[in-house]
């Protein structure tokens, strides 16, 4: 799997998606809401393999998306956006440390 950032800077979705993430950050709990959304009993230590998890989980919920699938939940996929951006900015902070 290549970069998770690099991943991130190439992925294309909606402006309205991207915009409700962007203003969700501020509510993001890594200890709470990544363990919700991992589905793990602990959240991943660092925020590389975290982001290996949550876009691996968005890219399904993207397909369930454009395949316009009764399922597809928007409070979910803005959720793991969120959490996508947090953790990215998460490990972007580290490596300027």
Sequence with gaps: MQ???V???????????????????????REKDLR?????DTPPKSAEHALQLLLLKE??????????DAGYSVRQHVAIMIA????ARHMLRATLV
């Design 3 to 5: 970069n998770p950032i």
């Design 7 to 29: 991943s991130l800077r190439q992925m294309r979705r909606p402006t309205l998606l991207i915009k409700a993430a962007r203003h969700g950050i501020s509510t993001y709990r």
């Design 36 to 40: 919700r959304l991992t589905q793990c």
């Design 59 to 68: 890219e399904v919920i993207e397909d369930i998306r454009r395949a316009g």
């Design 84 to 87: 996508l951006m947090a953790e």
